[in-house]
C-alpha cells in the first residue's frame, strides 16, 4: 500500500481520447524489480531491427539558445562539446531554466528509445483524467512501484489503463510534443519485455512533459494535487536509480528524477541511458533532459550522463 503521503484523490482538467499510434520495431531493457533480465539488467537481449533506430549516429555538437536566450550567451551546455569529444556515443541533451525561461538545446539527432523515461508520459497521462476522477489506492499502488522502482509490471498494468499508445498519443499532442511516438507493441513477438519502453523521444519533449509539474502555463492538464503527487515520486526514487541528472548536485538539493536504460544489440555493447527532471536549489531551478545512446556498457552510459550533468550543474550557478 502507498504511504499515506500519496494517498489522495487527483484530479485532471481533461479527458481522454483514442487515436492510433505508429508501430515501432526496437527493443526495451528497463530495470526494475519484475523487469530484469536474468542475471544482469537488460544484458544480451535484442531484437532485429533495433539498430537501425536505435544505433548511435553522428549530431551536431553545438548548442543552440531555443527560446529567450540573450545574444550571445553560451548558457550551461557551452561545456558539452568539449567534455563528449572525449567519450563515444551521440548525446542529446536540453535544459530549461525555470527561472528566466531560456532553454538550451545541444544535439542534431533523430528521437532516441525511451525505455524507462516512458514511465513519467504513462504517469501524467495517468493523471490527467476527467474532472471529478479520482486516482484509487490501487492505482496509487502501482504508481509508486512504477515511478519509484521503476516495475515494469506496474507499468504495463497502467499503460492498459492509459488505453495504451493511443492514449498517451491524446495526451502528448494536448501538452505539446511534437517528436514523441509511443510504442503500439506491448506484447511484442519474440521480445521477453513490455513493449511501452520502445516509444522514442527527444530531450525538448521531455522539457515539455516536465513543465506539465513544474510551469504548466495558464491551462495546466493536470491539478496541483496531481502535480505534487508525481513530483513526490520522483523525488522518492530508490537510491540505487538516482544517477544522471543528480551529477554534480550536492546533497539537499531537490532533484525529482526518472531514469531510462536498455541494451540495443545482443552482445550488450550499445546502451541506450536517459535521465529527465528538475533539480532546484541552492541558487538553480532548472529542468533537464539527457538521452545518449552508442554506449559501450551500461556504467559508460550513466557516467557520461552524469558528467554532463555535473557541467550543467556548475553552470547553471
Known sequence: M???????????????????????????GPRGNSGNPPGKAGAGVNEAGVN???????????????TGSAAGQ?????????????????????????RTGQTWQFGDGPAQPEASVVKLDILETLLARPRGAALSPADQVL????????????????????????GLTYYDERAGLIQTTPSACVACAGF??????LSTTV?????????????????????????????????????????GITGGVPAGVRVALKDGWLPLNPAATNWQVNSVGWVSGDGRDYLIAVLCTGNRTEQYGIDTVSGLSSLVWTAMR
Do not use: C
Not at 484530479?11 to 481522454?16: N, P, Q, R, W
Not at 509508486?144 to 493511443?166: F, K, P, R, V, Y
Open 52 to 66: 537501425a533506430a536505435g544505433q548511435a549516429t553522428a549530431g551536431s555538437s553545438s548548442v543552440r539558445p531555443v
Open 192 to 197: 521477453a519485455w513490455p513493449g511501452w519502453g
Open 2 to 28: 502507498a504511504s499515506p503521503r500519496r494517498v489522495v484523490a487527483y484530479v485532471a482538467l481533461t479527458g481522454a481520447a483514442v487515436l492510433v499510434a505508429a508501430a515501432l520495431v526496437l527493443f526495451l
Open 74 to 98: 553560451a548558457g550551461p551546455l557551452s561545456g558539452a562539446g568539449a567534455y563528449l569529444a572525449g567519450r563515444s556515443g551521440t548525446v542529446l541533451a536540453a535544459v530549461y531554466d525555470v
Open 143 to 166: 504508481a509508486q512501484s512504477m515511478i519509484e522502482d521503476s516495475d515494469n509490471d506496474a507499468a504495463t498494468s497502467l499503460w492498459d489503463e492509459d488505453g495504451g499508445a493511443a
Open 203 to 243: 530531450p525538448q519533449d521531455q522539457l515539455t512533459l516536465l513543465k506539465q509539474l513544474i510551469a504548466p502555463g495558464p491551462q495546466p492538464l493536470l491539478s496541483g494535487a496531481a502535480r505534487s503527487y508525481a513530483l513526490s515520486l520522483m523525488e522518492h526514487v530508490t537510491a540505487g536509480q538516482r544517477w
